[in-house]
């Protein structure tokens, strides 16, 4: 435990030389390589608790009300320290050649300070041991992120997003303490060993509804997840896959933790959540479809990966609620491995974005096309991480997808209607939610990557080492964990051991059997690429000698392409939104061909947020309204706020002695 305290130091004194710096690149060299290094330091004792199944803790003296330094690490913690300080490191070193344009225009010493903030308060979450370290950890997280999200605070548009977003996260921290208060008082300590063995608390449900609206908010579940779309595309895009890809898995981990405060839950919290992870799935996934900055579009498919992480859980506590072994085994372990893989896939996705942006200066994909001659590294890795977020075999998305599916599957034979029913809502929404994903990477890859350039990128050109290496070591890890899919079972066992009231051996034997038709996909996959490298190796050999002319493959009628004859992302998602509009609300304008020989003819589309526009921004409105009639409050004496405090003072002493006995 104390190697994991060093190295949340190492990143924090990173940070802090950072700031000191003189020179925008000796800050970058110093708090990118203090997370490096913290991360590498950390990441040997997750390791290690993952491998074995033990636990850590170690505790000291702390001198504040209610709280206590308690910290420690079982496989829960070490299994989502393994994705914070992975990708941590990972978007550090992409992000020493990504802010080198903003040199001399924005202070990149408090960005790498922040940085190094947020991964370690993020690190620290996961550890702590006490409700009040867990809430100060949880808003420097939280502060930390809005200034990150803030970096070109010169932008308008970027302010409101880091508004909106501290006012998300806020409202969700605000839950958060009504739940650990009202858990603290009745179990009468802060110190999650003490609330672990306090039993069930009496009002079980009311903190259940807490937890998963305090953490759903960070997490990024509908409808509170309108700081996503805001934040993901105004951060710097290292950020962005830092945030998207982990610290929204922090609102995952936090439900998790609090499912082992509130003892044996009730079935009513997994088709809760699985409602959840439906809305959140099927309408993400919809809303993304609707965009065109390919930013905000991988920012509505977080929300869409977070309600299928949310199906997951579900199955698993409806197993729990129903004495269902299978249903327990396989609905935890296909939710938290998403969790692993949704963050290495959209890192992925994130950085590949990044790329495109710090290449061609747009994220708008009606701008881009035939990056994939120019940026073929980026193309390919950008490729398998859409492959994967579609759960395509036999990348990892497929292997945690694979297992909510047979998880709901088995749960089939229960005898039970409201079981049934809803296990196969889960069934059917994961099929809609793969394929509309699977129509929107093909739009998003096929427009960005493929055809003709819309607009002038001559000169963009493939991205250097540093960001490359990042996206080359995440596309590595999509195709390990999907072809070494029995392994990566094996190691989730202790951390389903820990969530699920089973023997160990029952979880493990549970595993090994789901793993039987993976290590058959992935022999399949093993088979095929070996097939494919045999035909390139014989490609290479008889054309060795040969010399080789390059020509388009059919030019009939498409011998002089140009991006007028291409679709654009409005024109090809326009059938699925028209289809959808009833959810999307998708606004159109259309410039009709005139006349008999007509030069030109537009369709553009936008969907902005529903739950923003309809539902959130009516209510502030409101506030804004309502508050403006209490100006007359606000007179600018000092004499009158002293009078303001006296009275407050007064009226909390009477308050107080009233209770009294």
């Known amino acids: 435990m104390n190697v994991l305290l060093m190295a949340i130091a190492t990143m924090f004194l990173g940070g802090l030389a950072a700031l000191g710096a003189r020179r925008p690149r000796m800050a970058t060299r110093l708090g990118s390589g ?19 199944g033990s636990a850590e803790a170690v505790s000291y003296a702390w001198s504040v009300p209610y709280g206590s330094f308690a910290v420690g690490m079982d496989p829960l913690s070490a299994f989502f320290l393994l994705p914070v300080l992975g990708i941590s490191a990972l978007a550090a070193l992409y992000g020493t050649e990504y802010l080198t344009p903003y040199y001399g225009k924005y202070s990149v010493r408090g960005h790498w300070f922040f940085y190094s903030l947020l991964v370690a308060s993020m690190s620290m979450v996961l550890v702590a041991r006490n409700a009040v370290l867990f809430l100060v950890a949880w808003e420097l997280m939280s502060v930390a992120s809005f200034f990150l999200v803030t970096f070109e605070h010169h932008k308008e548009s970027v302010r409101d997003a880091g508004w909106t977003y501290l006012v998300a996260t806020h409202v969700g921290a605000a839950f958060l303490l009504a739940f650990f208060v009202l858990l603290g008082n009745e179990v009468g300590s802060f110190d999650f060993d003490r609330i672990c063995a306090f039993g069930v608390p009496t009002s079980a449900g009311v903190l259940f509804l807490l937890s998963v609206v305090g953490f759903g908010a960070k997490a990024g579940f509908l409808p509170l997840h309108v700081w996503l779309p805001e934040a993901h595309p105004a951060a710097p895009s290292h950020v962005s896959a830092l945030m ?17 405060f509130l003892g044996p839950p009730s079935p009513w919290w997994g088709y809760l959540l699985v409602a959840i992870g439906l809305t959140s799935g099927i309408m993400g996934v919809l809303f993304a479809l609707a965009q065109h900055d390919l930013k905000r579009l991988l920012a509505y498919h977080s929300v869409e990966n977070i309600g299928i992480i949310a199906l997951g859980l579900g199955v698993g506590v409806i197993g729990v609620g129903i004495g269902s072994p299978a249903l327990i085994v396989l609905g935890f372990c296909g939710g938290l491995l998403h969790v692993l893989n949704h963050a290495i896939f959209k890192s992925l996705l994130f950085l590949g974005a990044g790329s495109v942006f710090h290449a061609a200066g747009t994220r708008e994909i009606d701008l881009l096309g035939g990056l994939m001659k120019r940026m073929p590294w980026t193309g390919v890795t950008f490729l398998i991480g859409a492959a994967a977020i579609c759960g395509l075999p036999p990348l990892n998305g497929f292997v945690s997808e694979f297992l909510i599916y047979l998880g709901a599957f088995r749960g089939g034979a229960v005898n039970d209607a409201a079981v049934v029913g809803t296990l196969s809502a889960v069934i059917a929404g994961l099929a809609l939610i793969g394929g509309l994903a699977a ?6 890859f096929g427009i960005i990557f493929l055809g003709e350039p819309r607009s002038d990128l001559s ?8 960001m490359r290496l990042p996206m080359g070591v995440l596309a590595a890890g999509c195709v390990l964990i ?7 079972l094996r190691l989730m066992s202790p951390v389903v051991a820990q969530l699920a009231p089973l023997a160990r051996n029952v979880v493990r034997a549970e595993l090994m059997t789901a793993a039987q038709p993976l290590a058959v996909v992935a022999r399949g996959a093993c088979g095929l690429l070996a097939m494919i490298g045999a035909f390139a190796l014989l490609r290479l050999r008889l054309l060795a000698r040969r010399t080789i002319g390059e020509g388009v493959t059919w030019d009939c009628g498409y011998a002089q392409p140009s991006p007028r004859m291409q679709y654009t992302a409005s024109s090809f998602a326009q059938p699925l ?4 509009r009833i959810f999307l609300w998708t606004e159109r304008r259309i410039s009709r061909p005139s006349g008999l020989f007509p030069r030109s003819a537009a369709l553009h589309t936008s969907t902005p947020d529903t739950y923003r526009e309809k539902l959130y921004a009516p209510v502030f409105r409101g506030v804004v309204w309502g508050l403006s009639r209490l100006r007359w409050l606000q007179h600018g004496r000092v004499q009158l706020y002293m009078l303001y405090i006296a009275v407050a003072l007064m009226a909390l002493i009477v308050w107080k002695l009233g209770g009294m006995p």
Not at 244 to 260: C, E, Q
């Open 577 to 580: 939104t028209d289809f959808f």
């Open 482 to 488: 999907g072809l070494l899919a029995p392994l990566a």
């Open 459 to 466: 000169r963009t050109h493939e991205v250097g080492w540093a």
């Open 244 to 260: 998207s890809g982990v610290m929204i898995k922090t609102g995952i981990y936090g439900i998790l933790r609090a499912l082992t």
């Open 439 to 444: 129509a929107c990477f093909a739009k998003a």
């Open 34 to 52: 203090g997370v490096i290094l913290g991360s590498l330091i950390g990441l040997v004792p997750a390791i290690r608790v993952l491998a074995s």
